[in-house]
T-cell receptor, first 109, second 115 residues
């Protein structure tokens, strides 16, 4: 079956760096998305990776290794507003989007 | 402000009743989607539409139906609600099909409780 694995919850300190990992086993691969979802709100798009390597967008970076079925989202200079769930989603060979259950990130002062 | 609106924001529904969740977008996106989100599970696709006039089944379509009469509107209907349909429902749209890596824009969600 198809599977996306992410840690359920992580805790980090304001101003620090945190890396949220995502591993996937899917029937084919056509891209990987990261979304942010604050409690009680809708998911919002953060990044899209289809080729191996690092994509940087301000304080957020996303990395992909297709051979390892692995991605991570790196958040730098953490702010309290970064407290949210981070969702990893993979497009499989049929362009079906497979979603992970999300990682709840708690930022402490 | 451009985006997606959903109505109602929340609803309590008696089992066996029917209900339509409304979704409207003003971004002229071709593709639209309905998801449900349950605690501890990833978003699950219910139905989708790649363009006006066409619809398709997602991962969990049973008990739900959709229509896409025009580009902007994509209502989701529960014909006879059951308690297992208690969930948060998100409508989403994208300006291109997933074949082009189009990111999805989500509406604010509808929280539905079926008793």
């Amino acid at each position: 079956g198809q599977n996306i694995d992410q840690p359920t919850e992580m805790t980090a300190t304001e101003g620090a760096i945190v890396q949220i990992n995502c591993t996937y086993q899917t029937s084919g691969f056509n891209g990987l998305f990261w979304y942010q979802q604050h409690a009680g709100e809708a998911p919002t798009f953060l990044s899209y990776n289809v080729l191996d390597g690092l994509e940087e967008k301000g304080r957020f970076s996303s990395f992909l290794s297709r051979s390892k079925g692995y991605s991570y989202l790196l958040l730098k200079e953490l702010q309290m507003k970064d407290s949210a769930s981070y969702l990893c989603a993979v497009l499989d060979s049929n362009y079906q989007l497979i979603w992970g259950a999300g990682t709840k990130l708690i930022i402490k002062p | 402000t451009a985006g997606i609106t959903q109505a109602p924001t929340s609803q309590i529904l008696a089992a066996g009743r029917s209900m339509t969740l409304r979704c409207t977008q003003d971004m002229r996106h071709n593709a639209m989607y309905w998801y449900r989100q349950d605690l501890g599970l990833g978003l699950r696709l219910i139905h989708y539409s790649n363009t006006a006039g066409t619809t398709g089944k997602g991962e969990v379509p049973d008990g739900y139906s959709v229509s896409r009469a025009n580009t902007d509107d994509f209502p989701l209907t529960l014909a006879s609600a059951v308690p297992s349909q208690t969930s948060v429902y998100f409508c989403a749209s994208s300006d291109s099909m997933r074949t082009s890596g189009g990111a999805e824009v989500f509406g604010p969600g509808t929280r539905l409780t079926v008793l």
